[in-house]
């Protein structure tokens, strides 16, 4: 069906490793909170990088939030992360607006 399953906010709250055995999990989402820190913050990068290694290592794909700098997209990007989302490729946007923007990122 083409149906994937993310678990969102990885290594907080309620994302604890035991959802990756127990569901058919397609991908995790690297909470913010850990992006935040990046690159300056040595537990922060420890953090990230270990989640990235290990998403890899289970034949996960890894996306991080909240990317606000190009600081923090080039280091996710050396690590290999999958994909980025955050503000600073885009804030929110309308339809239209996102339609001309996808148009225009081509």
């Known amino acids: 069906m083409g149906i994937g399953l993310s678990i969102d906010d990885f290594g ?3 994302s604890a490793l035991g959802y990756l055995k127990r569901c ?3 991908r995790i989402k690297i909470d ?3 992006v935040a820190g990046i690159p300056e913050d040595a537990e922060s990068v420890a953090l990230v990088q270990a989640i990235i290694a290990m998403g890899h290592a289970l034949g996960l794909e890894v996306i991080a ?3 606000e ?3 923090q997209w080039h280091f996710l990007r050396d690590e290999k992360c999958d994909m980025a989302q955050g503000f600073y490729f885009s804030h929110p946007l ?3 607006e ?3 923007y996808l148009q225009c990122s081509r």
Do not use: K, S
């Open 12 to 14: 907080t709250g309620y």
């Open 32 to 34: 913010q909170t850990f």
């Open 98 to 100: 996102f339609i001309e």
């Open 69 to 71: 700098t190009e600081q």
């Open 24 to 26: 058919p999990v397609n």
């Open 94 to 96: 309308p339809r239209q």
């Open 65 to 67: 939030e909240g990317v």
